[in-house]
T-cell receptor, first 118, second 112 residues
């Protein structure tokens, strides 16, 4: 199993350009998440999905869009890149809690995409 | 948005020393988690805590879920060079996608 994979690893964008950050997991996880991590800070949730066809906003969704057409893929779209979106982006996935099992789940993180907007 | 307060921000210790760090929140959580992040990598789960008062160990790591459900601490005993990295706490409420709220991180540096 590859786990959670993200592409690209690095990207430099000009202001106003658009791009899609790719995230794929091969663990058949229902839940997927996108976070951003600014220097010296913890991770903040951008969007999440509890299953194919279902997405919801996290704490910092402005300037981003997501889609979830399959269980495996959860791409993050930036339409009009701004310098404030310079950050490291992490994708994560997890199983939902199983009734009678552990009360919560473990999120597995990808290696991240380092994005700079100039 | 809410962010957990984590302290200390950074620590510079000698190899073999014990390390303590903690995390506090203004609201309660059902689960507390501790992650470690190495440079250029995503966070990796170290310990998960599910009940108030719970004390859980993973090798040289020990973590506790505070009685009030608003705090947690992590201890590392007999630190070694590979303990270097950033440690994050995270709180989780069950339901609604099981979203995590992360702390600000504690950067650990170990001197040989």
């Amino acid at each position: 199993n590859a786990g959670v994979t993200q592409t690209p690893k690095f990207r430099i964008l000009k202001i106003g350009q658009s791009m899609t950050l790719q995230c794929t997991q091969d663990m058949n996880h229902n839940y997927m998440y996108w976070y951003r991590q600014d220097p010296g800070m913890g991770l903040k949730l951008i969007y999440y999905s509890v299953g194919a066809g279902i997405t919801d906003k996290g704490e910092v969704p402005n300037g981003y869009n997501v889609s979830r057409s399959t269980t495996e893929d959860f791409p993050l779209r930036l339409e009009l890149a701004a310098p404030s979106q310079t950050s490291v982006y992490f994708c994560a996935s997890s199983y939902p809690p199983i009734w009678g099992g552990a009360p919560t789940d473990t999120q597995y993180f990808g290696p991240g995409t380092r994005l700079t907007v100039l | 948005g809410q962010q957990l307060n984590q302290s200390p921000q950074s620590m510079f210790i000698q190899e073999g020393e014990d390390v303590s760090m903690n995390c506090t929140s203004s609201s309660i959580f059902n689960t507390w988690l501790w992650y470690k992040q190495d440079p250029g990598e995503g966070p990796v789960l170290l310990i998960a805590l599910y009940k108030a008062g719970e004390l859980t160990s993973n090798g040289r790591l020990t973590a506790q879920f505070g009685i009030t459900r608003k705090d947690s601490f992590l201890n590392i005993s007999a630190s070694i060079p590979s303990d270097v990295g950033i440690y994050f706490c995270a709180g989780q409420l069950t339901g609604g996608g099981n979203k995590l709220t992360f702390g600000t991180g504690t950067q650990l540096k170990v001197e040989l």
